[in-house]
Structure formats: structure tokens, C-alpha cells
């Protein structure tokens, strides 16, 4: 069965920092792009940042640009985001989630899902 499982998450201040981790099962990462996705309270959920299977490609919207980074390790079947420099709107449910192909980093495109891993970010 195709698996993935989100942890890392949490509470934490302004400006700190979090790793977040997903780990399938079931399958090999190796040949899928994937993506770690967010979703606030009362919002659509949104690209956070996505890297296809070789890892040579990324991409990140401007709101996390520069303090996000996205990376994977297929020995480990695992992707990791790590998040510094966190603002209150970085609070959300993150997601990892994974697709064939490489293409826009949008929840839409996206075929396998994990549950989700809360964030939150307050003093």
C-alpha cells in the first residue's frame, strides 16, 4: 500500500526553525516529483515547494523563498523541508505529496497524499 507520513511539526516562536520529514512506503520515491503543500485555516491549500527526482530542480513561491529549502534522500525514500525564519503565516497543515512528472507545483497535479503535520508558528 502507497504510503506517506509526515513529522517534524509543531510549536514554535517567530524566527525559529523547523524540519519537517516524510517517509513512503510502499514505493520507491525515486522516480516521482515531489512536493510539500500547506493549508491554513479558512484558505486553499498552496505550494510550499516541490523538487523532482533527481533533485536538480526546485521551485518556491516568493513567500517562502530564501528561508525554505526543500530537499530529498532516496537511499532513505524520505524528503525533508527545512523551515527558518518562521512568521506566523507559515501556520498550517503541511503535506508532502507526490507525482509523476515535473510540472507546476500545485496541489491539483498531485496523486498521493500523506495526513498532514500541524505547524504553528506564535509567541
Known amino acids: 500500500q502507497l504510503q506517506l507520513v509526515e513529522s517534524g511539526g509543531g510549536l514554535v516562536q517567530p524566527g525559529g526553525s523547523l524540519r519537517l520529514s516524510c517517509a513512503a512506503s510502499g514505493f520507491t520515491l525515486d522516480y516521482y516529483t515531489l512536493g510539500w503543500f500547506r493549508q491554513a485555516p479558512g484558505k486553499e491549500r498552496e505550494g510550499v515547494s516541490c523538487i523532482n527526482s533527481s533533485g536538480g530542480s526546485t521551485n518556491y513561491p516568493d513567500s517562502v523563498k530564501g528561508r525554505f529549502t526543500i530537499s530529498r534522500d532516496n537511499a532513505k525514500n524520505t524528503i525533508y523541508l527545512q523551515m527558518n525564519g518562521l512568521k506566523s503565516e507559515d501556520t498550517g497543515v503541511y503535506y508532502c505529496?507526490?507525482?509523476?512528472?515535473?510540472?507546476?507545483?500545485?496541489?491539483?497535479?498531485?496523486?498521493?497524499w500523506g495526513q498532514g503535520t500541524q505547524v504553528t508558528v506564535s509567541s
Open positions: 505529496a507526490a507525482r509523476k512528472g515535473w510540472g507546476i507545483c500545485a496541489p491539483k497535479f498531485y496523486a498521493y
